[in-house]
């Protein structure tokens, strides 16, 4: 049975910075895309970064909105991946979720891709 719990999300001023967490369980972890959604109130949920699977060359992906800003990286034997998110806006705000893929390259900006998700974790940017 798969397992992704998110930790570190929480409260911060613009311009502030926050790591999240996620670490995984239940799965080879070195064949699955491992990504960041968020979803605001009121809005769908939204991709934020990717990174691929070692089998796929391992790159990271960004949406046009944090490139800059937020970082991913993983640990494939810690079965973790994170998120560095620096200079926060308070349109960053919104509920994270990790999710894990083994979905085509061309298609892990898509959240229909993803079957596994986490719980999510609050990040709320105060002005």
């Known amino acids: 049975q798969v397992q992704l719990a998110e930790s570190g999300g929480g409260l911060v001023q613009a311009g502030g910075s926050l790591r999240l967490s996620c670490e995984a369980s239940?799965?080879?972890?070195?064949?699955?895309?491992m990504a960041w959604f968020r979803q605001a109130p009121g809005k769908n949920r939204e991709f934020v970064a990717v990174?691929?699977?070692?089998?796929?060359?391992?790159?990271?992906y960004y949406t046009e909105s944090v490139k800059g800003r937020f970082t991913i990286s993983r640990d494939n034997t810690k079965k973790m991946v994170h998120l560095q998110m620096n200079a926060l806006k308070p349109e960053d705000t919104a509920v994270y979720y990790c999710?894990?893929?083994?979905?085509?390259?061309?298609?892990?900006?898509?959240?229909?891709?993803?079957?596994?998700w986490g719980q999510g974790t609050q990040v709320t940017v105060s002005s």
């Open positions: 239940g799965l080879t972890f070195r064949n699955y895309h």
């Open positions: 990174s691929s699977r070692p089998g796929t060359g391992g790159n990271s």
């Open positions: 999710a894990a893929s083994q979905a085509a390259l061309s298609s892990i900006r898509q959240a229909e891709m993803y079957f596994n």
